[in-house]
Structure formats: C-alpha cells, structure tokens
C-alpha cells in the first residue's frame, strides 16, 4: 500500500507536466478526429429528413452550427491547456 501512494504522489510540477501533456494531447488528437468524422458524415446527419414535418433548412443549420460550435471550443480548451504546460 506504501507503494502505491508513492506512485499516486507528485512532488513537483514540472513532475506532472509529461504526463499532462500526453494526456491533453491524446484528448486533443480524439477532439479533432472526431470533428473530421462528423464533416464527413455531415450530409447524413444534417440533409432534410423526409419523416420530420418541421425540418427547415434554417433548424439543420443551426444544429450544424452548434455542433461546429461545441468543437471549435473543445479543440481551443485542449490547446490552451497545452500552451500553458
């Protein structure tokens, strides 16, 4: 058990900083892969959809714009979390 608090603990910042970075930088790497996989499947998820009665074109691009959105603002949190390590 005394092992593995010496493990779990981090004497230092710079300590911290590697592991940190790995980290974000495979959470980054998964954001922007994700963002490529959904532009291209854009036209199936966001074309009119012929069983919905009050799909307009200004509701799917909204949708779309929110989703572009919510991952412009995960790919800038991750970098900036990698710019201040």
Same mark, same amino acid.
């Given at each position: 058990? /005394?092992?593995?608090?010496?493990?779990?603990?981090?004497? *230092?910042?710079?300590? *911290?900083? @590697? %592991?940190?970075?790995?980290?974000?930088?495979?959470?980054? @790497?998964?954001? &922007?892969?994700? !963002?490529?996989?959904?532009?291209?499947?854009?036209?199936? =998820? &966001?074309? %009119?959809? %012929? /069983?919905? #009665?009050?799909?307009?074109?200004?509701?799917?691009?909204?949708? =779309? +714009?929110?989703?572009? @959105? #919510?991952?412009?603002? =995960?790919? /800038? =949190?991750?970098? !900036?979390? @990698? +710019?201040?390590?």
């Amino acid at each position: 058990m /005394e092992g593995l608090l010496q493990v779990a603990a981090v004497h *230092s910042h710079a300590d *911290s900083v @590697l %592991p940190l970075r790995i980290f974000f930088s495979i959470c980054l @790497l998964f954001v &922007f892969l994700g !963002g490529i996989y959904i532009i291209r499947i854009r036209k199936k =998820l &966001f074309d %009119p959809d %012929p /069983e919905v #009665v009050a799909d307009h074109w200004a509701a799917r691009n909204l949708r =779309l +714009w929110q989703v572009i @959105l #919510v991952w412009v603002l =995960l790919v /800038e =949190l991750f970098v !900036g979390v @990698l +710019w201040r390590l």
